[in-house]
Nanobody
Framework: HVQLVESGGGSVQPGGSLKLSCTATGLTFDDSDMGWYRQSPGNKCEMVATVHSDGNIYYADSVKGRFTISQDNDKNTLYLQMNSLKSEDTGMYYC??????????WGQGTQVTVS
């Protein structure tokens, strides 16, 4: 049974920081592409950051220089360090994995509120 579980969301004032975590069970990160996505209160969805099996990392322009994606393969955990948070960063953050062994998976989301 594959499961991605996010944690670390919460409420923070503008300028604050949060670190999101996403732990996978039932599969590993080996040869997988991982990412964080968010849905704003207006239901707009956007890619926040992705890290790929080839080592490439991509960020949305809106978060470059403020957010950092990283992973710990030994812990099967993906992270998103978010600094200098802005009100427009508010939303539900989802972890996703496109597994190298096949299949794509999403977590249930963790809410981030900046106000």
């Amino acid at each position: 049974h594959v499961q991605l579980v996010e944690s670390g969301g919460g409420s923070v004032q503008p300028g604050g920081s949060l670190k999101l975590s996403c732990t996978a069970t039932g599969l590993t990160f080996d040869d997988s592409d991982m990412g964080w996505y968010r849905q704003s209160p207006g239901n707009k969805c956007e890619m926040v950051a992705t890290v790929h099996s080839d080592g490439n990392i991509y960020y949305a322009d809106s978060v470059k220089g403020r957010f950092t994606i990283s992973q710990d393969n030994d812990k099967n955990t993906l992270y998103l360090q978010m600094n200098s948070l802005k009100s427009e960063d508010t939303g539900m953050y989802y972890c996703a994995e496109c597994a190298g062994t096949g299949g794509a998976y999403w977590g249930q989301g963790t809410q981030v509120t900046v106000s």
